[in-house]
């Protein structure tokens, strides 16, 4: 199975951006759409951001379009999560997820693995 490790996240002022990667490892050679999750304290995860294994569909959750892009390149085995125009009700632990399958995923119950998430603090 893949092992995902997140990183990028930080402390960063209202309007501010940053960049979260999503390096995988193990058994890298299946092809598995992925998504961004985020969880703030005391709320439920939420996914904010998925994208299909070749990176043409991509999906977002309406409180982050606009402001936020995910991508992925394949070769580097790696997702990114361009995060842009931050909000304090954008702070969160943020995970990588993997999908069952080669498609976009739009729900939670499509994906069947996480990392150890990194925390992002918007301050006003």
């Known amino acids: 199975q893949v092992q995902l490790v997140e990183s990028g996240g930080g402390l960063v002022q209202t309007g501010g951006s940053l960049r979260l990667s999503c390096a995988a490892s193990?058994?890298?050679?299946?092809?598995?759409?992925m998504g961004w999750f985020r969880q703030a304290p005391g709320k439920e995860r939420e996914l904010v951001a998925g994208?299909?294994?070749?990176?043409?569909?991509?999906y977002y959750v309406d409180s982050v379009k606009g402001r936020f892009t995910i991508s992925r390149d394949n070769g580097k085995n790696t997702v990114y999560l361009q995060m842009n125009s931050l909000k304090p009700e954008d702070t969160a632990v943020y995970y990588c997820?993997?999908?069952?399958?080669?498609?976009?995923?739009?729900?939670?119950?499509?994906?069947?693995?996480w990392g150890q998430g990194t925390q992002v603090t918007v301050s006003s």
């Open positions: 997820g993997q999908a069952y399958g080669i498609n976009l995923a739009k729900r939670s119950d499509e994906y069947n693995r």
């Open positions: 193990g058994r890298t050679s299946s092809r598995y759409g």
């Open positions: 994208i299909s294994w070749s990176g043409a569909s991509k």
